[in-house]
């Protein structure tokens, strides 16, 4: 069935150290896998999205790998700062159709 | 411009009672989608319009919810007799296409409590 697993559930770091946060999927028909930050009360944010024709992408501080081989994809958060600190969501898209399925989060706690 | 809006952005319900949710997308976007996001884990899907069209309410997770989109803009989202597990935030996204590999803007959520 239709699942996107999110490792880990939980990561704490120091200021300025990287983070990585890991997903598995499981159609592969998928194509589509953004990562979304979500502040306490807040909607969710996209912060970084790849499709299937790559393998990474990079913004700034900000990098997603995929490997469509093993169907998992990685989130790093390079130099991370406080305001990092959210819970962060993967997702990959459901039958190369714009239902996305997402992971179970991660909260992320970066320590001044 | 103006983001994904969603009203109320809090809802207390009875148990029992039947609730509206109102979602207005980005002016212009096609698709539209509806998420309950349960406290502490990921939004989940309900359903998705292109236009008016309701192609895909597989998520529904019972004849108690209905959505509508008669015009191809505003959505709701219509929960009768509610009941306690119904107890979530409700998110609404669009997007500018209909194709998939399309980036979803989220409003900011309806947090629904049934007591």
């Known amino acids: 069935g239709e699942n996107v697993e999110q490792h880990p559930s939980t990561l704490s770091v120091q200021e300025g150290d990287s983070a990585v946060i890991k997903c598995t999927y499981s159609?592969?028909?998928?194509?589509?896998f953004p990562w979304y930050k979500q502040e306490l009360g807040k909607r969710p944010q996209l912060i970084i999205d790849i499709r299937s024709n790559v393998g990474e992408k990079k913004d700034q501080r900000i990098a997603v790998t995929l490997n469509k081989t093993a169907k998992h994809f990685s989130l790093h958060i390079t130099e991370t700062q406080p305001e990092d600190s959210a819970v962060y969501f993967c997702?990959?898209?459901?039958?190369?159709?714009?239902?996305?399925?997402f992971g179970q989060g991660t909260t992320l706690q970066v320590k001044p | 411009g103006a983001g994904v809006s969603q009203s109320p952005r809090y809802k207390v319900a009875k148990r029992g009672q039947d609730v509206a949710l109102r979602c207005d997308p980005i002016s212009g976007h096609v698709s539209l989608f509806w998420y309950q996001q349960a406290l502490g884990q990921g939004p989940e899907f309900l359903t998705y319009f292109q236009n008016e069209a309701q192609l895909d309410k597989s998520g529904l997770p019972s004849d108690r919810f209905f959505a509508e989109r008669p015009e191809g803009s505003v959505s709701t989202l219509k929960i009768q007799r509610t009941q306690q597990e119904d107890s979530a935030v409700y998110l609404c996204?669009?997007?500018?296409?209909?194709?998939?590999?399309?980036?979803?803007?989220f409003g900011p959520g309806t947090r629904l409590l049934v007591l």
């Open positions: 159609d592969s028909a998928s194509n589509y």
């Open positions: 996204a669009s997007t500018p296409m209909a194709a998939s590999q399309e980036t979803q803007y």
């Open positions: 997702a990959a898209s459901w039958k190369n159709t714009g239902k996305l399925i």
